[in-house]
């Protein structure tokens, strides 16, 4: 069963002294974005995060980056929200960012084209401000060598 929160993952990579940063085309509204998904049962955010990347970019990590970007999303959007009770009204975004340099990208069929490009371009596609925020935050981390690794 869907828990009640959800995770963000950004995926970048080191192309020589650029880092590009990648945007995810959604199959059913075309809308640009990050990773994303939502946690199940037991599932920790971290759980859910490295689970996420595997199912929607067919590749396996074992390192995550931890960003302190949170955001809040009204259950409306979400098909499992009646199974959470009455008293949810907001869930929970966790963000991370992963680095995958050197590895082949396989698409779900949730997603129907990607783009690595630089921060700029890839802040100007992402649809969602949470995700643009959390975009942010990972540029900055990697510019100032500030990484809070998590490990599968």
Not at 12 to 23: A, K, L, P, T
Not at 47 to 58: I, N, Q, Y
Not at 71 to 81: L, R, V
């Amino acid at each position: 069963m869907r828990s009640p929160f959800q995770v963000l993952v950004i995926p970048f990579r080191r192309n020589d002294e650029q880092i590009e940063f990648c945007s995810l085309q959604r199959s059913d509204n075309q809308a640009w974005q990050a990773v994303a998904g939502g946690g199940e049962d037991g599932d920790s955010s971290y759980s859910a995060a490295f689970r996420e990347t595997s199912e929607e970019l067919g590749i396996d990590v074992d390192v995550m980056i931890k960003l302190d970007t949170i955001s809040s999303i009204p259950k409306q959007y979400f098909s499992s929200a009646a199974t959470w009770g009455s008293s949810v009204y907001i869930i929970p975004e966790y963000s991370f960012g992963v680095d995958c340099t050197g590895k082949q990208i396989n698409l779900s069929d949730e997603h129907s084209d990607l783009v690595w490009s630089s921060f700029e371009d890839t802040y100007i596609r992402y649809m969602y401000d949470s995700n643009k925020t959390a975009l942010w935050e990972l540029n900055e981390r990697i510019l100032q060598s500030d990484i809070c690794f998590i490990r599968r």
